[in-house]
């Protein structure tokens, strides 16, 4: 999202679990992760970011593991714009290998990215995502373009595309798209679909999750 929270409100973002299953070299895995994301508004351009990974289950042909996943934060910071129908955001986080051994990238990375939307009208917006990582002295670079669009009031959808290069090794492909629905007016509720598109990306990733605003 190319926006902040208001100072002195936090949310709640809590995967139920995320679930990503991979297809690779004949060998099948599924991981669910309860990914949990916590946002605090420092100033009215500024907001802090806490994630942790509390349980994380992994199933695959190999054999099975349960456990604790990394944890990270980051800064977020809006960019103030003349045109009101455009919204840009930027963020630098740190991830931290605190994770068990099945669930940790087992390295400290550093993080940049940026975020941008233009509003098309009062009902829908294309938006665009770039991120560049780095960890063991290795890069990665993440590109993904949206539309996002309302239904009705509460359910909103969007599409998206995306593609993940890092140091040598094949550009990942994706493409799918969610919804989001407005349950009340603090709490949403989402889900989402991601198909790989080459041999290099993962089958399917997908995932729900609820967002609580606590004011």
């Avoid at 455009?86 to 990375?109: E, H, K, P, Q, Y």
Wanted: charged fraction near 15%; hydrophobic fraction near 40%; glycine fraction near 12%.
């Amino acid at each position: 999202s190319p926006s902040t929270l208001p100072p002195g409100t936090f949310s709640w973002e809590q995967g139920l679990p995320d679930v990503t299953r991979i297809d690779s070299n004949g060998t099948r895995s599924t991981l669910f992760s309860a990914d949990t994301l916590v946002r605090a508004g420092l100033t009215p351009l500024l907001e802090l970011q806490l994630s942790a990974a509390p349980i994380s289950h992994l199933h695959s042909d190999n054999g099975k593991a349960t456990g604790v996943g990394d944890s990270g934060g980051a800064l977020k910071a809006t960019v103030p714009l003349h045109d009101v129908r455009w919204r840009m955001a930027v963020l630098g986080g740190v991830g931290l290998d605190t994770g068990d051994d099945a669930f940790t990238s087992g390295a400290t990375s550093l993080s940049l990215a940026t975020a941008a939307s233009y509003a098309l009208d009062e009902n829908s917006a294309v938006a665009g995502y770039a991120g560049l990582s780095r960890a063991r002295g290795r890069n990665t670079w993440k590109l993904s373009p949206n539309l996002n669009f309302a239904l009705t009031d509460q359910l909103g959808a969007f599409v998206e595309g995306g593609a993940t290069y890092a140091d040598d090794s094949d550009v990942e492909y994706v493409a799918g798209g969610g919804l989001t629905w407005m349950l009340t007016t603090r709490v949403q509720l989402d889900g989402f679909a991601d198909f790989g598109l080459n041999d290099a990306s993962s089958t399917l990733r997908a995932g729900i999750g609820i967002s609580t605003f606590f004011p």
